[in-house]
């Protein structure tokens, strides 16, 4: 009797250590993420900020509709607008806890395919991941999509491993579709089990209830839009219509149809990209050890990382024709977990070398770099130029134009409360007399980057002898030009 209650207050201590240390994880995730908070910026976030709005005062707005679609985010954003007004923290509050949810999920999933070490190493790890942690605090579809797309995952193998509860399976799929909800590549979470099937040889009947859960959601989706524009299948029509047309004239395919370098641009990314390398080139290590051990706790993980991955580096994002992904950093998020899992799971082998050496090295190096890594990132309050312009802007006494995006950008920091004295670029000012003409240099040099067929008025490019400097506001790349046209 003793015994078993010795053995039962030692289980409990153990048991209140690990949620007291997962406690400690969270609060040190969220305390980095608010350090270096990034806010909204100039690229999609600032688009899906109108949509919000506008949804939180009961009203549609037409945009680039693969983002107005996307009502998985803007849903969520604008019950945060209408409850703490248009800001930089209601605009980022749903990806923000998206965002320390994985860090929970992951202790979770490490939990259930490993132990409670490996739970709790693979938690630390997502807390400082530098892609999540600037992604963290940026009103983008990414994260929160992939968060609901891992719980989905998690639910199906808890009920694999633990509780084969049909509930569970049917829940695994409303969370993949409340994913595809928020951006439709949740949907490649396919990929992982249709290999999960092939590899443990055998089709459960509970498996059909996972499509179920997910085709829920697209009744859901179906349903809405039908009622905002006649259509039901409005989401996929406009969403391929866009990658089929406006992707290639806009961005050339990001460049990823050229041969045979197109098809090195995600491994070019993970090599080179701060907020990626050194996590993956430790994954990818750890991976290629358990391959040659054959350690086969971890095929589950590699099931969901080698399909996704291939797909995003070599697939289509369109359905009628061949539509490469762009490589971009964030898209990776939909494998952030396994990736982060292998690695924890690697550093908790027995080997001395790796216990003694490779551990405690890893974990600082990763900590140091990640920490340098999202200070140097650069993409923090990215607004910060026309917030110090925006009272200035304000009060001039003349009519006043500036580039339609940072036009947006001071509806947005005005709360879209209306009011902005500016108005968009004409085609040409040669017409134009007794005006203020603004230049947000930055913003004009992203927009052009972004978009080759953008097209400013050509005097920004030579000016005018006779257009007169007013004011210059900020400093470096971030500076603002008034200059007045008699």
Known sequence: MLRKKSTGALQNSILNNTKI???LIVTFGILIRLIFFSGIGTSDDLAYTSY???????????????????????????????MFGVNDFSSVLFVLLASIGNIILIFYFGKLLFNEKVGLISAFLLSIFPLEVVYSTKLLSDLPSAFFMAFGVYLFLYAEEKKPSPFLYVFSGLSIG???FIRESALLI????????LYKKQIKKEYFLVPVGILIIFALEAFIFYQLTGNPFFRTEESQKYLTESVPAAHDYFGRLSFPLG?????????TNNLLS????FAFVSATYFIIYKRKECYEVLLWIAPLLLYLSFGSSSFSKYVPFKAADRYLEIITIPIILLLAFFLEEEEEVIKRVFKPFILVFLLLTSIGFVYLQGERNLLGGLRDSYDKIQNLNRPAYIDERSLMALNYIS??????????????FANVRDSYVIINKDMIKRLSDANKNTKFPKELDDIPKKWMPFKEIGEGKGTILIYYIP
């Open 21 to 23: 240390m997962l406690f």
């Open 52 to 82: 919000a709005n506008s949804l939180s005062k009961g009203e549609i707005q037409q945009g680039t509709l693969t983002l107005s679609t996307r009502l998985g985010l803007i849903y969520p954003t604008s019950v945060l607008y209408s």
């Open 178 to 180: 409340i994913g595809y």
């Open 190 to 197: 396919g990929l992982f089990f249709m290999f999960y099937i």
């Open 263 to 271: 098809l090195f641009h995600y491994p070019y990314t993970i090599l």
């Open 278 to 281: 050194f996590f993956y080139i």
């Open 415 to 428: 709360g879209y409360k209306g009011g902005v004295m500016a108005k968009a670029y004409p085609d040409s």
